[in-house]
């Protein structure tokens, strides 16, 4: 629940692995507890945005813009 509210106040990715790895929680599951979601949820979803991933930097010129 802390982490909950350390990601809703906008802390940045990189922040939070700091408090979260340490504590045996990944951001992984961070990011699902934020989306109300589960941790394999949120990973297919992180495996379903990898599709076409080199299609699409080909198209914007090698730079991805998210």
Do not use: H
């Amino acid at each position: 629940q802390q982490f909950l509210n350390i990601l809703r106040a906008g802390t940045n990715i990189y922040y939070m692995a700091k408090f979260c790895i340490p504590r045996g929680v990944s951001v992984q599951d961070a990011g699902a507890a934020f989306q109300g979601i589960s941790g394999d949820e949120f990973r297919e979803k992180l495996l379903k945005k990898r599709e076409d991933l080199e299609q699409r930097l080909e198209r914007e010129g090698g730079y991805w813009t998210g």
